[in-house]
């Protein structure tokens, strides 16, 4: 999938201010997450460690912490921070009080140890 495919996920305030929610895309969970300056972040809803629902980790200093055995993903990017393991990160934006993501984009590489 190349072209931008732009998905709406419904008013932002579905997502609680410094927290994460799931949504399902085309059979796909995204956590999408919504910090307190509000800003939002969308990557998979799948710790590459062992499937742990990122979207239920804390989130801080724009990273999850997987919240079954605390590994950590960078919001923007979906970089794993402490191994080598990633998610794909989607760009995520909000438009007149609407949640969107480009579910086309498909960086980085998912790395699965
Ligand atoms: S499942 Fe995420 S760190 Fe183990």
Request: charged residues 20%; negative net charge.
């Amino acid at each position: 999938m190349n072209k931008p495919f732009k998905v709406k996920l419904g008013s932002i305030e579905a997502v609680p201010m410094g927290q994460g929610l799931s949504f399902s895309v085309e059979g796909e969970e995204i956590a999408i997450f919504r910090s307190r300056a509000g800003e939002v972040s969308a990557i998979e809803n799948k710790c590459p460690h062992a499937n742990g629902p990122l979207a239920e980790g804390i989130i801080g200093e724009g990273k999850v912490v997987c919240p079954l055995h605390g590994h950590q993903f960078d919001l923007s990017t979906g970089k794993g921070c402490d191994r080598n393991e990633s998610v794909r990160s989607f760009p995520a934006w909000i438009e007149n009080g609407e949640l969107y993501i480009d579910y086309s984009t498909t960086s980085p590489e998912l790395v699965v140890l």
